[in-house]
């Protein structure tokens, strides 16, 4: 099951989530989308519309988030499926409300150039934990590292701290780990999607950072700050 974006704040506000019920998952494994060659994604996240909100609908009631933290665990039982979505501005660029989230943030404007956008969508339940990307505006034919980071984004790159780990570990892996590196094509837009058989610890996830480069490490050249659920 897949979420469509909901207008809710103003622009800036930088994402939007929903929590629902839980859904079946597939294998676990990870696939890029946007070079030559490979799926497009176009029918699995769409590109941003309208102004970013937060959501919460498990409840059937709507709230605005001042944080991350702020997301719950889902009830006994349930899923979670999370949709956030932004667009790229410079560190300092825009005044955001203290109720809404930071929106994305580009560090390199030749690779994401400011109005550049971002799709992420996580889908948890027992069986295990699905997490998208789509972005679109980024320079075209650039290989771009993606990874899931422990903090939110900050004007300072290191800020959003390391990759999230399932288990400490001194190396970087992506069966450890949440990795979503692609390819823009020739349009600047390019994804990926990346599964595990295990879910993610609550406030463990807060962000998306793209790398200059891809693999396992890489000078950071953009964050979305993403209320990951777990």
């Given amino acids: 099951m897949l979420l469509q974006p909901d207008v809710l704040l103003q622009p800036g506000g930088g994402r939007s989530f929903d929590l629902i019920g ?17 799926h497009s994604s176009r029918s699995v996240l769409d590109r941003p519309s ?4 937060v ?7 709507a709230h605005v988030l001042g944080s991350p933290a702020a997301l719950g665990s889902p009830a006994a039982g349930e899923g979670v499926a999370l949709r956030a979505y932004g667009w790229f501005t410079p560190p300092g660029s825009v005044v955001v409300p203290t ?4 929106t ?12 550049a956008w971002i799709v992420v969508e996580q889908s948890t339940e027992r069986s295990g934990t699905v997490v998208r990307a789509r972005v679109g505006g980024v320079r075209p034919g650039h ?7 422990t903090a ?18 001194p190396g970087a892996h992506p069966a450890n780990e949440l990795w979503l590196d692609f390819t823009a094509d020739s349009a600047g837009e390019g994804g990926a999607e990346t599964r595990h058989a295990w879910g993610l610890r609550r406030g463990g996830a ?13 000078v950071r050249v953009a964050c979305f700050t993403v209320p990951f659920g777990g």
Avoid at 99 to 102: D, I, L, M, N, W
Wanted: aromatic share 4%; hydrophobic share 35%; charged share 10%.
């Fill in 99 to 102: 109720a809404v989230a930071r």
């Fill in 50 to 53: 309208g102004s970013a909100g």
């Fill in 152 to 169: 939110p984004c900050e004007a300072d790159p290191a800020a959003a701290g390391p990759h999230y780990q399932h288990r400490a570990a």
């Fill in 143 to 149: 290989a771009f590292g993606a990874h899931v980071h």
């Fill in 22 to 38: 839980s859904h079946s998952l597939g294998h676990v494994g990870a696939r890029s989308f946007g070079s030559a060659g490979a």
């Fill in 206 to 218: 807060q962000s998306v950072v793209l790398h200059a480069e891809q693999g396992g490490a890489g």
């Fill in 55 to 61: 959501r919460s609908s498990g409840s059937g009631e």
């Fill in 104 to 115: 994305a943030l580009t560090y390199d404007r030749m690779l994401v150039p400011p109005g």
